[in-house]
Nanobody, 124 residues
Framework: QVLLGESGGGLVQAGGSLRLSCVTS????????MGWFRQAPGKEREFVSA???????YYKDSVRGRFTVSRDNAKNTVYLQLNSLKLEDTAVYYC??????????????????WGLGTRVTVSS
């Protein structure tokens, strides 16, 4: 059983920044693919970014260049740095763990365990 817990969400003005963290326990964190997803009000949950064990990253087009995913294997933690935030980035952000770095990283089915989410609200 792998447990994940996100933190770092909050209220921020458009153009501002936040850093989200996701701490995991159980399993072997360094071997996991870690993904970030988000769910905006009234919308489906969508993929944001992923990082594998060697630090290779992948981003949704709309966040590439603004968001940065990283990990600290010694701390069992994955981070998502959110810069130049826009109103449309308002969502609950979830981290998830998976086992494989595939061409289907954007699919929720690629991930085995999920956190409960942290809310990010971007105001004008």
């Amino acid at each position: 059983q792998v447990l994940l817990g996100e933190s770092g969400g909050g209220l921020v003005q458009a153009g501002g920044s936040l850093r989200l963290s996701c701490v995991t326990s159980g399993g072997t964190f360094s071997s996991y693919v870690m993904g970030w997803f988000r769910q905006a009000p009234g919308k489906e949950r969508e993929f944001v970014s992923a990082i594998n064990w060697s630090g290779q990253t992948y981003y949704k087009d709309s966040v590439r260049g603004r968001f940065t995913v990283s990990r600290d294997n010694a701390k069992n933690t994955v981070y998502l740095q959110l810069n130049s935030l826009k109103l449309e980035d308002t969502a609950v952000y979830y981290c998830a763990s998976g086992r494989y770095w595939t061409s289907s990283l954007e699919m929720e089915s690629e991930y085995d365990y999920w956190g409960l989410g942290t809310r990010v609200t971007v105001s004008s």
